[in-house]
């Protein structure tokens, strides 16, 4: 069964969490975002479903994955049910629940970082409130980027399998989506994230294993891994790394 | 077995959905919040948790459930876990991740309904933050709040079954919570949810058939449901609902 993967052309997004999975198992999978609208691909294929008034089970938003007769909406969702098919989550219950909470913790995660750029609103503009992003940001590297960053760590160390990963011996998408939100931390804080991963080697040491899969390395070197950009969740704005 | 709930005592909170699923199935379970400090409960048992260095898989934050030897967290992770135990989910695995689905997107929500009176950082008083919290609310009863009703009612309308509930033909634990998402918006914002809840019968309809279950009635009737206040993640702030 080959997977169509529905999300916003021309920002890594949501969606990259699920490609940075798909990719790791070298699945074969349809990116809509990168197909043509002329070929069925891009915006008005998402729209389809949306707002399609037959659709029996809407997604809210994107990212959603079409896999057969199944529409899965929620990255932290479409994850879990990738994750046994993929060989990228453990096999007991337990690990399994356990790695999906994980995976909530950073959807959790990611909605913050979002947020210190819009935290009046996903409809206004940043321009539209930056002295609220200022402030929020200001609270979210002093206090919350640390305290999200030291729980991982902790977790990581705990991990009794040793890791390389956060979860049992084998590499999961958990892992794939911390390295991913490392690199976007880079990106839109470069002075505080190396400031505060310098506390956790261990995540540093996960971030370099995951971006030296051999898959991973084929992905990003392939042009179709769209270059982090200010239109989406990780931006850089200097302004706010102070 | 029985389980053992760990949130913070004094507001319903996250917590109050995984309760409402507990309560509505009959189960027996140990509210940690209601049993005194002097007998091994309240704030410092879920430090145990939070803070303990011999944790091998510690929850981010409550509230989470101790279940055997297992500790899961995030409110959407327990309720999956909970689902089939309590005849609250529906049996096959493209429902089962529907519902999920469909809770997720409810976690998401409660984070924009929280954050409508916390802008700026969930670590500085709604004091600090008044204007941004006005700007944040207004955009959020302008267009967001509008826009999760209006998918929500939609989606129990396309629900092949029929309903009462959102997914199949029974009450799920997405029910309870949608239903608990209703009564907080009409305590926080009672002017704009009864306004936009005009368009939304079916919404009005499942929360009415929710409190109206007899296992509901009896628990919202026993003094141990702790009343909504402005601690909680639903605040009446007069001057938010304008």
């Known amino acids: 069964m080959i997977c169509e993967l529905y999300y916003w052309p021309g920002i890594q997004g949501r969606g990259e969490f699920v490609r940075l999975a798909l990719e790791d198992a070298g699945a074969e999978y349809v990116d809509i975002a990168l197909v043509p609208e002329a070929e069925g691909g891009g915006v008005p294929a998402l729209e389809r479903f949306l707002e399609g008034e037959n659709v029996e089970r809407p ?18 969702n479409i994850l879990l049910f990738l994750g046994g098919r993929l060989r990228l989550a453990p096999r007991d219950a337990a690990s399994k629940l356990w790695t999906h909470q994980l995976q909530l913790t ?16 996903g409809d206004l503009y ?3 409130q930056k002295p609220a992003a200022k402030r929020r940001t200001k609270e979210f ?15 990581v160390q705990r991990n009794p399998a040793g890791g390389p990963g956060i979860v049992g011996t084998r590499i999961t998408y958990v892992d794939l989506s911390m390295a991913q939100v490392i690199a976007g931390l880079r990106y ?3 002075l505080f994230s190396r400031k505060l991963l310098r506390a956790c080697p ?41």
Chains 1, 2 share one sequence.
Request: glycine share 6%.
């Open 59 to 76: 997604p809210f938003a994107p990212p959603f994955l079409r896999a057969g007769r199944q529409l899965i909406g929620q990255t932290a």
């Open 106 to 121: 950073i959807s959790d995660f990611i909605i913050e970082i979002h947020d210190t750029h819009h935290p009046l609103g």
């Open 126 to 128: 940043y321009e539209e």
């Open 141 to 155: 590297l002093a206090n919350r980027l640390q305290k999200v960053l030291g729980y991982f760590e902790r977790v």
């Open 188 to 190: 839109a804080f470069p």
């Open 202 to 242: 261990r995540l540093r040491a996960l971030h370099d294993e995951v971006f030296a899969r051999s898959r991973i390395k084929r992905y990003v070197a392939s042009g179709r891994r769209v270059a982090l950009n200010n239109d989406d969740i990780f931006r850089r704005y200097p302004e706010l790394d102070e």
